[in-house]
């Protein structure tokens, strides 16, 4: 049987709401729209833990956090697997190309694909002087090198003057052409003009939008600026005192306490939205005029999602929906997947460490003993059956490091520096607006999800449980020592 070819988009910091199919009053998403109406969404996907590089590692091996070494954002360690997404696929026969962002280290590390055309955004760590020459992101990534040859030496990102992890929002500041989001899809165009004809391909096109800078085209500022706007989700539990602590700096992890610069992050962080979905547009487009499009599978992700200013929160690495819900949807032209149930939605909880084993599986190649997550395929053709019960994330994050476990209806959080524990009720309060950890009638429920939490734990070298109960206050490392030894 013919393989058929295998596009993965990724985004960068997408909440699983941010979109036209998924209910959002204000965001349009024409295109991805289009591929939720055409394949299965999975509403109930998460990033196990969400940042970056941890999410990444995820989606690359297959694994667990515990298992790939990565509990929450580290710069330059290096990542050595013996088992990832596209070195099995290369196995496979399949030629395997990514553009955009990689975030693994060393930079030109290629996990495992035939080629990579690099952009992995502003990375502070790959940016100091003291970084050696060929690891300097001015040499080692291909767009910053590419944008100095068109518009000079000193053309940078960083020409708005917006860091990569701040809450504010202008317009880009040169031509469209010229933007990041545009790049991946030129150079995804150029790798399907390029490509071998007689060879199944793996594309990954990694954007890099709508992670800040917040800085899509005047055209995509102008389709919000002036609208109302849904405001922030801040329910009953949360306090006000790092917000204002933190509210008045450019990239705290609160957004800022100005209501007028929240709205204004909201609008570009839309319009940085829009901008990607027309340019996924541009590369659907290609793949129905290449005529690859009924011959090839899509599987739409994020990394991690955004809080925006719910909870008086910003950024990720928190337990809370706006950061740990990515999108996740699955379509496939006329000629493959025949079993897929088109235009429908699966409640089941699933993970980035599921994308592996799920396109292992429609290249028909072997999984590795390696992977920790599920094939998702049969819940495309069944999108009422499941995969897990339960989920175990966490994020290593300072005072604010956490632990939880969600279902398809609910969701236990346990914050280990202070031992504070948290309990929502999804299905009827999907916006974590009402904390019910001292419900009467939810205890023997608090009491069960915990358990699954003390089970997760109790083997593990941090100390945080004993087997009976968790031990909150115990050294919390961001990384584990098998992410250089598997």
């Given at each position: 049987m013919k393989q058929p070819n295998i596009i993965?988009?990724?985004?960068?910091?997408?909440?699983?709401?941010?979109?036209?199919?998924?209910?959002?009053p204000d965001v349009k998403t024409p295109y991805l729209d289009t591929l939720a109406s055409k394949g299965v969404c999975f509403d109930r996907a998460y990033s196990a833990c969400p940042s970056c590089i941890a999410a990444r590692a995820a989606l690359h091996t297959g694994m667990e956090q515990s298992h790939h070494g990565r509990l929450g954002y580290e710069d330059n360690v290096?990542?050595?697997?013996?088992?990832?997404?596209?070195?099995?696929?290369?196995?496979?026969?399949?030629?395997?190309?990514?553009?955009?962002?990689?975030?693994v280290h060393p930079l030109r590390n290629y996990l495992g694909f035939h080629n990579v055309d690099l952009h992995d955004g502003y990375l502070h760590a790959a940016r100091y002087g003291s970084v050696p020459y060929r690891e300097s992101q001015f040499v080692a990534d291909d767009y910053f090198y590419w944008l100095k040859q068109e518009l000079g030496v000193t053309a940078d990102v960083t020409d708005t003057g917006i860091d990569c992890n701040s809450y504010l929002a202008r317009p880009w500041m040169h031509e469209e052409k010229y933007h990041p989001t545009n790049w991946v899809t030129d150079r995804?165009?150029?790798?399907?003009?390029?490509?071998?004809?007689?060879?199944?391909?793996?594309?990954?096109?990694?954007?890099?939008?709508?992670?800040?800078?917040?800085?899509?085209?005047?055209?995509?500022?102008?389709?919000?600026?002036?609208?109302?706007?849904?405001?922030?989700?801040?329910?009953?539990?949360?306090?006000?005192?790092?917000?204002?602590?933190?509210?008045?700096?450019?990239?705290?992890?609160?957004?800022?306490?100005?209501?007028?610069?929240?709205?204004?992050?909201?609008?570009?962080?839309?319009?940085?939205?829009?901008?990607?979905?027309?340019?996924?547009?541009?590369?659907?487009?290609?793949?129905?005029?290449?005529?690859?499009?009924?011959?090839?599978?899509?599987?739409?992700?994020?990394?991690?999602?955004?809080?925006?200013?719910?909870?008086?929160?910003?950024?990720?690495?928190?337990?809370?929906?706006?950061?740990?819900?990515?999108?996740?949807?699955i379509a496939a032209g006329k000629n493959v997947l025949p079993d897929l149930k088109s235009s429908s939605t699966c409640h089941a909880v699933v993970e980035l460490r599921d994308v592996m084993p799920t396109l292992l599986s429609i290249a028909g190649a072997e999984i590795p003993d390696s992977v920790d997550g599920s094939c998702l395929l049969p819940l495309t053709a069944d999108p009422s059956a499941s995969v897990r019960p339960w989920l175990h994330g966490e994020h290593s994050y300072g005072e604010f490091s956490n632990h939880w476990?969600?279902?398809?209806?609910?969701?236990?959080?346990?914050?280990?520096?202070?031992?504070?524990?948290?309990?929502?009720?999804?299905?009827?309060?999907?916006?974590?607006?009402?904390?019910?950890?001292?419900?009467?009638?939810?205890?023997?429920r608090i009491h069960e999800l915990r358990g699954h939490l003390i089970d997760c734990l109790k083997d593990r070298t941090e100390g945080m449980s004993d087997g009976s109960r968790l031990i909150s206050g115990r050294p919390y490392p961001v990384t584990l020592p098998q992410a250089t030894a598997r």
């Open positions: 993965l988009i990724m985004t960068d910091q997408l909440r699983g709401d941010c979109l036209g199919y998924a209910g959002h290096p990542w050595n697997y013996a088992n990832t997404m596209a070195g099995e696929l290369s196995k496979a026969g399949y030629y395997t190309q990514c553009v955009g962002k990689m975030h995804s165009l150029d790798f399907l003009r390029r490509r071998d004809p007689n060879r199944p391909f793996f594309l990954m096109a990694s954007y890099l939008r709508p992670h800040p800078p917040f800085d899509a085209p005047q055209y995509y500022f102008d389709l919000y600026k002036d609208k109302p706007l849904r405001e922030p989700f801040v329910g009953s539990w949360e306090t006000e005192e790092y917000l204002r602590k933190d509210g008045r700096i450019f990239d705290s992890k609160t957004g800022p306490i100005d209501k007028e610069l929240a709205r204004q992050a909201m609008i570009g962080y839309y319009a940085c939205i829009t901008h990607l979905d027309h340019q996924i547009g541009r590369l659907i487009m290609a793949l129905i005029e290449q005529e690859v499009y009924d011959d090839s599978v899509i599987l739409f992700t994020s990394d991690h999602g955004e809080e925006l200013c719910d909870h008086h929160m910003f950024r990720k690495s928190r337990p809370y929906e706006g950061s740990c819900h990515i999108p996740f949807l476990i969600v279902t398809e209806t609910d969701k236990y959080i346990w914050h280990s520096a202070t031992g504070q524990e948290q309990y929502f009720d999804l299905k009827e309060d999907p916006h974590e607006l009402c904390d019910r950890i001292d419900d009467p009638d939810r205890q023997n």
